[in-house]
């Protein structure tokens, strides 16, 4: 009999526990959603009774990336105003499908709430889709620069040195990103910031993996919820030449697809030498 109550207790204990930290990823969601713009003024160093202008830009390889990787923090930018731009530096011509990979980036933005306007896709011969090349950074660095000189960007969104999944081409933009920032070349009033890789268990275990993003530091975390997440399904499913069967598997259990967070890659002017 005691046994039996024991249990019983036991299985009340580990629902209560599960309803408590269900409740906690509710209430944080709802604390990120009332704080998201003072947030932004924050990251963007603007006095909370100033105007919030982000002209954001997210720097990706390959068409997909935007949405498998930032589509939590496009949709909060959108949702906040912000003027968001996509830099993609391939076409994702790997399997030689550039043309179709170009024409389903443009669908899954739109769905994203960046018009083609604001989207620009780069085909160099140097800045292959190909996890195997070594991308030039002073080629990499040049592209971004440029593109944030002529549309005055004054945020920009990129991978870490691990770059999510570990692909080279991911890598390369972070360290194009890192030596922008240590050279000096985009102005100082424009944030870099590196999307947050984090390990195999807290990749995969979808939006129960928020309290711990709210709980680490980070510069910056865009969270969404069960509309976002349609949104975020929506544009995924444009990509359709790469909705392999462990891509669904993906959009199911990647808490890329309801978090991100960031770290701020600061801007620090080195001393150059040239010889």
């Given at each position: 009999?005691?046994?039996?109550?024991?249990?019983?207790?036991?299985?009340?204990?580990?629902?209560?526990?599960?309803?408590?930290?269900?409740?906690?990823?509710?209430?944080?969601?709802?604390?990120?959603?009332?704080?998201?713009?003072?947030?932004?003024?924050?990251?963007?160093?603007?006095?909370?009774?100033?105007?919030?202008d982000v002209r954001a830009l997210v720097v990706?390889?390959?068409p997909d990336d935007e949405c498998m990787f930032f589509a939590p923090t496009i949709i909060r930018l959108v949702e906040s105003n912000a003027t968001v731009h996509l830099l993609c530096l391939s076409e994702?011509?790997?399997?030689?499908?550039?043309?179709?990979?170009?024409?389903?980036?443009?669908?899954?933005?739109?769905?994203?709430?960046?018009?083609?306007s604001r989207v620009t896709i780069i085909n160099h011969?140097?800045?292959?889709?190909?996890?195997?090349?070594?991308?030039?950074?002073?080629?990499?660095?040049?592209?971004?620069?440029?593109?944030?000189?002529?549309?005055?960007i004054n945020m920009v969104l990129t991978f870490d040195g691990r770059g999510v999944s570990g692909h080279a081409n991911h890598v390369a933009i972070h360290k194009a990103v890192r030596h922008l920032a240590s050279t000096g070349e985009v102005p100082k009033d424009c944030v870099l910031l590196s999307l947050v890789?984090?390990?195999?268990?807290?990749?995969?275990?979808?939006?129960?993996?928020?309290?711990?993003?709210?709980?680490?530091?980070?510069?910056?975390?865009?969270?969404?919820?069960?509309?976002?997440y349609k949104r975020a399904k929506d544009a995924m499913m444009c990509h359709r030449s790469q909705l392999l069967w462990f891509r669904y598997l993906y959009i199911a259990f990647s808490r890329y697809m309801f978090i991100n967070t960031f770290q701020l890659i600061p801007q620090e002017l080195k001393s150059l030498k040239f010889y």
């Open positions: 009999m005691v046994t039996v109550t024991v249990k019983i207790m036991s299985l009340y204990l580990v629902i209560l526990l599960v309803l408590a930290y269900v409740a906690w990823i509710k209430w944080i969601y709802y604390q990120h959603r009332r704080s998201s713009v003072n947030l932004l003024k924050h990251v963007m160093n603007i006095s909370s009774d100033g105007e919030t990706t390889a390959h994702g011509n790997y399997y030689n499908q550039g043309a179709q990979r170009r024409r389903e980036l443009l669908s899954s933005c739109a769905v994203l709430g960046i018009p083609a011969r140097n800045l292959p889709d190909d996890p195997s090349a070594e991308w030039s950074v002073s080629l990499t660095s040049s592209a971004v620069v440029k593109y944030v000189s002529s549309h005055s890789t984090v390990g195999l268990f807290r990749k995969y275990i979808s939006f129960l993996e928020l309290p711990l993003s709210w709980l680490l530091p980070s510069h910056l975390c865009c969270v969404i919820g069960t509309q976002g």
